[in-house]
Nanobody, 124 residues
Framework: QVQLVESGGGLVQAGGSRRLSCAAS???????????MGWYRQASGEQRDLVAR???????DLADSVKGRFTISRDKAKNTVYLQMNSLKPEDTAVYYC???????????????WGQGSQIIVSS
């Protein structure tokens, strides 16, 4: 019912930067609001972990491993969330998943939605 479309994945050298984008849309109508949008990542053979999230009042929460390097922001009018990644390290290599929670649409309430995943590979 709610789609999250990601863009910006790819290969980047260590020390470089990359920006991920994720746009939310409702299949059967429009989105009124989204409580929380964020990014998770999953490295090969590992569990999916929170990277960063931003609430409806723009409170942000970042994993300790990315503090000072990554920034999360959102455009509420476009239902889009961004993850600016700077000073990338090989250990940042993972599939990054966009997440939205508490989505109010004209077709009803959706508790959670996930994006398709974007591969980020950081070469040393």
């Amino acid at each position: 019912q709610v789609q999250l479309v990601e863009s910006g994945g790819g290969l980047v050298q260590a020390g470089g930067s990359r920006r991920l984008s994720c746009a939310a849309s409702s299949v059967y109508g429009s989105i009124f609001s989204i409580n929380v949008m964020g990014w998770y990542r999953q490295a090969s053979g590992e569990q999916r972990d929170l990277v960063a999230r931003v609430t409806g009042v723009d409170t942000t929460d970042l994993a300790d491993s990315v503090k000072g390097r990554f920034t999360i922001s959102r455009d509420k009018a476009k239902n889009t969330v961004y993850l600016q990644m700077n000073s990338l390290k090989p250990e940042d290599t993972a599939v990054y998943y966009c997440n939205a929670e508490g989505i109010y649409t004209t077709a009803g309430f959706v508790s959670r939605a996930w994006g398709q995943g974007s591969q980020i590979i950081v070469s040393s």
